[in-house]
């Protein structure tokens, strides 16, 4: 059953009548059963009664979780619980999958979700895929329950994460597919994944073209394709990634022969904005 909520902004007026700053949140974010809002740091003061006003007006929510921003190599947030139950383990379901995280601990981004349903819908049964930065299984779980691949390597580093993404594999079933390793994938490709992947995904968002020689070395001989997300200018984000590809490619002896699919992702800052290319590499 539809529960109709009042958006943020109308629970609002409790606290600053008809005359709302232009810069508190429009909305929050659901995660399972948990709000995540980003209160500016000038409005701290309000956090805990911002907190209970969400609380007490949407009865899809538990806890409420202030996120003051994503930080490091493991894109892990800063946040405190605000208000109500101060456990912050979810479940978020999403195309029949269930994934479990600590949404103050982990990131799982909402505005992915169209990728992540793309790739479910696209990888053959016969396929190894190498996921390298696996989160929490975002992208393995999806393409190991709606694809049944053959093999997927699911490489994360950071121990949190990982935790999550073993349960999660057992949660959906899908232990007969996904191997999770921990660790760093620079590392774990080449000492155990070299020439073993028909398809590589790439999801991460803060230098990733760093990581291409890595994907290049786990991709079979015969080559395979690359979803690659990166984070570029605005300006001439399509081309830069595809630059970086080709260029990666040519390092490793290979050559970038079809960009498959471009997509802009989502905006990601001032002038910035979160690409994925998928490219056939021979
Ligand atoms: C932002 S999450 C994204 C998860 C998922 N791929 C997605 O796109 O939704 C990126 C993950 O990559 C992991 N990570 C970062 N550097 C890594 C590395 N060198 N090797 C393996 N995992 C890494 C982080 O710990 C984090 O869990």
Redesign the pocket.
């Known amino acids: 059953m539809r529960v109709k909520v009042k958006s943020l902004r109308e629970m609002l007026k409790e606290i600053f009548g008809e005359d709302i700053p232009a810069d508190i949140p429009r909305k929050y974010k659901i995660y399972g059963d948990i709000a995540v809002v980003k209160i500016p740091s000038k409005y701290r003061h309000l956090k805990k009664e911002i907190g209970d006003l969400i609380l007490k007006n949407d009865p899809r929510i538990r806890s409420v979780v202030n996120i003051e921003k994503i930080h490091g190599?493991?894109?892990e947030p800063i946040a405190e619980v605000i208000a109500g139950d101060p456990n912050t383990v979810t479940t978020i379901i999403e195309n029949s999958c269930r994934f479990k995280l600590d949404v103050a601990k982990?990131?799982?981004?909402l505005g992915?979700q169209h990728?992540?349903v793309r790739l479910a819908n696209i990888v053959f049964s016969d396929e190894v895929v190498v996921?390298?930065?696996?989160?929490?299984g975002?992208?393995s779980i999806p393409i190991a329950v709606h694809c049944k691949p053959e093999r997927i390597f699911a490489?994360?580093?950071?121990p949190t994460?990982f935790r999550f993404l073993v349960e999660n594999i057992f949660i959906n079933h899908v232990e007969e597919v996904i191997f999770p390793i921990l660790?760093?994938?620079?590392e774990?490709i080449p000492a155990f994944l070299k020439g073993r992947a028909d398809r590589i995904?790439m999801?991460?968002?803060?230098y990733t073209n760093r990581?291409l020689d890595a994907a290049l070395v786990a991709l079979r001989d015969k080559g395979g394709i690359i979803h690659f997300?990166n984070v570029y200018n605005s300006e001439d984000a399509i081309e830069m990634a595809i630059s970086d590809i080709k260029d990666a490619a040519e390092r490793s002896r290979r050559r970038l022969v079809k960009v498959i699919h471009k997509r802009i992702v989502k905006e990601y800052g001032p002038k910035l904005v979160h690409v994925v290319i998928d490219a056939k590499i021979k």
């Open positions: 190599t493991f894109r982990l990131m799982f981004c992915n990728e992540r996921d390298m930065f696996a989160g929490v975002q992208f490489i994360e580093i950071n994460a660790g760093n994938c620079r774990v995904i999801g991460f968002i803060e990581y997300h």
